[in-house]
């Protein structure tokens, strides 16, 4: 059981618009920045959005990034076949004392 | 660039400890400004974080792994490492390192992981 909490799964047709969300609680979310990594099969995960809402370099401008209280979401615009893969968010939880990760949303380009 | 990666054993035996390195490449590990973690991913499911070492030497922990972790750093050898005792099968993952930024925590980059099987 995760600390965040994904949807296991979305999908939507290339060329539209999906979002995953993330929830949380004010000991994570509530209090401390969001990350969301994107994930291929057999690869490491990559860093795709950092401080809830900033792209690093040679991050497409279809990927956002937002936070609204405990929650946090990840969209994706503009859907491509290349973008099926698992995402994750993260947190520092600060009861904890550790850094909390999200179950994982595995994205299904249609 | 800075580039991460994971060596050690693939294979471990019940009961045992499992010891990775993580060596850094392209960068200094001594750095105020960021910390260095282990995460790992049992086959087929999702990210868990293991713990993070600052170059001083301070760490944190996972509390379900608390007890039998040990997270330290070799700033001659620009590498740190993880020690993992008493391991069970559940323990059977791909680990990987990565650099984390100090008070906002993100991870960039990350090594390519290694698996390791917990096994006799």
């Known amino acids: 059981q995760s600390v965040l909490t994904q949807p296991p799964s979305v999908s939507a047709a290339p060329g539209q618009k999906v979002t995953i969300s993330c929830s949380g609680s004010s000991s994570n979310i509530g209090n401390n920045y969001v990350s969301w990594y994107q994930q291929f099969p057999g690869t490491a995960p990559k860093l795709l959005i950092y401080?809830?809402?900033k792209r690093p370099s040679g991050i497409p401008d279809r990927f956002s990034g937002s936070k609204s209280g405990t929650s946090a979401t990840l969209g994706i615009t503009g859907l491509q076949t290349g973008d099926e893969a698992d995402y994750y968010c993260?947190?520092?939880?600060?009861?904890?004392?550790?850094?909390?990760f999200g179950g994982g949303t595995k994205l299904t380009v249609l | 660039q800075l580039q991460l990666q994971e060596s050690g054993p693939g294979l471990v035996k019940p009961s045992e400890t499992l010891s990775l390195t993580c060596t850094v490449s392209g960068g200094s590990i001594s750095s105020s400004t960021y910390y260095w973690g282990w995460i790992r991913q049992p086959p087929g499911k999702g990210l868990e974080w293991i713990g993070i070492i600052f170059y001083s030497g301070s760490t944190y922990y996972n509390p379900s792994l608390k007890s039998r972790l040990t997270i330290s750093v070799d700033t001659s050898k620009n590498q740190f490492s993880l020690k993992l005792s008493s391991v069970i099968a559940a323990d059977t993952a791909v680990y990987y390192c990565?650099?984390?930024?100090?008070?906002?925590?993100?991870?960039?980059?990350w090594g390519q992981g290694t698996l390791v099987t917990v096994s006799s």
């Open positions: 990565a650099r984390g930024l100090k008070t906002v925590n993100w991870f960039d980059p």
């Open positions: 993260g947190t520092w939880d600060s009861s904890l004392s550790a850094v909390v």
């Open positions: 401080e809830n809402d």
